[in-house]
């Protein structure tokens, strides 16, 4: 398959579960980012991981926490979640980080996630 | 701060007509704009991008204004069709591709 994958698709879980999200990417990108996109919102940078860097928005919780053991491979480990944590999750990969931004950004198709 | 507002929230048309949504914005520096599509159930795909020197760039159906002045842009949407139903989104970039500054979006209906 090409492009950008997320598994799962769909997840439900109580607050006391802990689950993680995963994205891979088939483009030979050296970037890749986790967005939270809720409703009538703007999409939410949570964490970029590159060849160089990682950056993170602060006001993430801890309860996120990403892992990327390859320039191909994004998780994110979610534990004792809040039912406003329940949004879609949207994974994306780029060439690079560092540029004009001009780089386009390509997303796979993100995870439902309902937290009860 | 660094914000974009995009309007109107939500739009219905019928097939065949045309639309054009609208994007202000508040970034600075200013390096380039985007619009994207966002089908209901899939990640956003790129239209077009748009740099501080760019007026005007058209892709098939859509064509995207910049002035850079206003700090305004909009997407028009020739003749609609069905799969046109989507949210479009606008984004502004302040530098790199983490200081991105999205819109909410417009979410557009296309009824037959």
């Known amino acids: 398959e090409t492009g950008v994958t997320q598994t799962p698709r769909h997840l439900v879980m109580g607050m006391t579960n802990k689950k993680s999200l995963k994205c891979e990417q088939h483009?030979?990108?050296?970037?890749m980012y986790w967005y939270k996109q809720s409703a009538k919102k703007p999409l939410e940078l949570m964490f970029v991981y590159s060849l160089e860097e990682r950056v993170e928005n602060n006001s993430v919780p801890s309860r996120f926490s990403p892992e990327c053991p390859n320039s191909s491979h994004l998780f994110l480990h979610l534990h004792t979640l809040q039912p406003e944590d329940s949004a879609l999750y949207l994974c994306?990969?780029?060439?690079?980080?560092?540029?004009?931004?001009?780089?386009?950004?390509?997303f796979g198709p993100g995870t439902r996630l309902t937290v009860l | 701060k660094n914000q974009v507002e995009q309007s109107p929230q939500s739009l219905i048309i019928l097939e065949g007509k045309n639309c054009t949504l609208q994007c202000n914005y508040t970034v600075s520096p200013f390096s380039n704009l985007r619009w994207y599509k966002q089908d209901t159930g899939r990640g956003p795909v790129s239209l077009t991008i748009?740099?501080?020197s760019e007026n005007t760039k058209s892709n098939g159906r859509y064509t995207a204004t910049l002035d850079a002045d206003t700090k305004q842009s909009s997407l028009h949407i020739t003749a609609s069709q069905l799969s046109d139903s989507a949210s479009y989104i606008c984004?502004?970039?302040?530098?790199?591709?983490?200081?991105?500054?999205w819109g909410a979006g417009t979410k557009l209906i296309i009824k037959p």
């Open positions: 984004v502004v970039s302040a530098g790199s591709n983490y200081q991105l500054i």
């Open positions: 748009m740099t501080f």
């Open positions: 994306a990969s780029s060439h690079k980080l560092r540029d004009s931004g001009t780089d386009t950004q390509y």
């Open positions: 483009l030979g990108h050296n970037a």
